[in-house]
């Protein structure tokens, strides 16, 4: 693969082109990092609202019917459901890992098989999150760099 960046005074904004044979999956890989890269999430602190970038947030949490989103040193809380929260972020590593998490695979240090089919992934702030029974599969299929 290779990558051209141009630079040009004249240009008012990105514009990325992917030039390739067929549209195969390493291709649709390289669509789904660039729009993840694009979305934008807006979190409060003391009612003070931040915008966040995907990237920044290692994980969504429901406590108490109120979502929070983890960043590797804030909590924010996020004014949308989880399930609004997954169709924003589709086609981009985030994923469900139970019924109150939505977690960002990219923010996975390592994981362990655990009791009852459950898994516990430690995270690159050294949280620990389990992963439901449920979630098991899809989450090592992306890790295994097979998601459909």
Known sequence: MKIRVHESPEIEEIEVVINCQTKNEHVVEIERSLTYLNKIITGKIDGR????SPNQIYYFDT?????FAYTKEHVYEIPLKLYQLEEILDS????????NTILNVRK?????????????A?????EKVIVSRKYVSELKQILGGKRG
């Open 63 to 67: 406590i108490e019917n109120k979502v």
């Open 108 to 120: 996975i240090r390592s994981f362990e098989s655990s009791i009852n089919g459950r898994m516990e």
């Open 49 to 52: 609202s931040y915008t966040l």
């Open 92 to 99: 981009t590593p985030f994923l469900r890992i139970s019924k």
């Open 122 to 126: 430690i995270l690159l702030n050294q």
